[in-house]
């Protein structure tokens, strides 16, 4: 009976959609995060008969035919793009991108990473670094003795100091675009890698080519709408239920088969 293995593979699915759910309402206050949804297709069917198929000598034809569906599979997990909303934070290295964009990491054994998480931080050299640690490229160094730092939309920075009237420029925070964004590969830590289905990042000053602007003092919250996944859960439980109960009819009516004298 094939809707033992049909109701099992909707089963498989609408847990895989709880399982996508259950981790966007864990990353709620994940900075710069937005949320994923589970997309999915219907797997081959058997053909019993074939539409248009000729079903006699004097040419009559098929106008449906018998096709068989044996149940469902994921066929991608994407990311929904949309812009987080932007909170004051009055922090001196925090950012929020306004647009498209992400902030290019330089990752140890030369290899790069991106990240919309502006929760900049100074590390003990001085060096401008992400929340884990690792720098940003291009390299950014904070003098020891800055009173205080400023960065522009254009991702310039200025360090001010006491004995000086005018600000220091330490260098400017570039940004990368992508003809994909949804084909990066995310590496948690809020970092993602480019990929063969992302193209390759399109470097550029903020502001420009399509990219966004940055915007000092603030952070960009997650994306996700905790009612729609709330929502989304609801359904995805209603759907692993009904399945369910596909998968009992199916028993019992194998049950009454065996039971025929």
């Known amino acids: 009976m094939k809707a033992l293995h049909i109701a099992a593979t909707g089963m498989a699915a609408q847990q895989m959609r709880v399982d996508v759910v259950s981790n966007n309402l864990a ?16 797997l081959a069917y058997q053909q019993a008969s074939t539409p248009g198929q000729v079903t006699s000598g004097d040419g009559t034809v098929l106008p449906t035919g018998v096709q068989i569906g044996l149940g469902v ?10 812009q987080g909303a932007l909170t004051a934070t009055s922090g001196d290295l925090d950012v929020a991108i306004e647009g498209r964009g992400y902030l290019e990491i330089s990752l140890p054994g ?7 998480d502006g929760a900049l931080k100074r590390s003990a050299d001085g060096q401008v670094v992400t929340s884990e640690g690792y720098p940003l490229a291009p390299g950014i160094t904070i003098p020891t003795d800055a009173q205080s730092l400023a960065i522009n939309p254009d991702g310039e920075i200025y360090a001010y100091f006491g004995d000086r009237p005018t600000p220091e420029l330490l260098g400017q925070l570039s940004l990368a ?9 995310a590496l948690g830590s809020n970092m993602f890698r480019e990929t063969a289905a992302s193209g390759p990042a399109l470097t550029g000053t903020a502001g420009t080519d399509g990219l966004g602007t940055l915007r000092q003092g603030y952070l960009e919250e997650s994306s996700v709408d905790a009612v729609r996944e709330v929502t989304e859960l609801i359904k995805a439980q209603r759907g692993y239920e009904l399945n369910a109960k596909v998968i009992t009819a199916a028993d019992q009516m194998l049950s009454a088969t065996s039971q025929v004298r």
């Not at 599979?73 to 949309?82: F, H, Q």
């Open 73 to 82: 599979r994921p066929s991608a997990v994407s990311v929904v793009l949309s």
């Open 177 to 185: 675009g992508f003809a994909n964004e949804k084909g990066l590969e």
């Open 27 to 42: 990353n709620m206050s994940t900075t710069g995060y937005n949320a994923r949804r589970a997309d999915f297709a219907d």
């Open 110 to 116: 030369g290899g790069t990473a991106y990240t919309r």
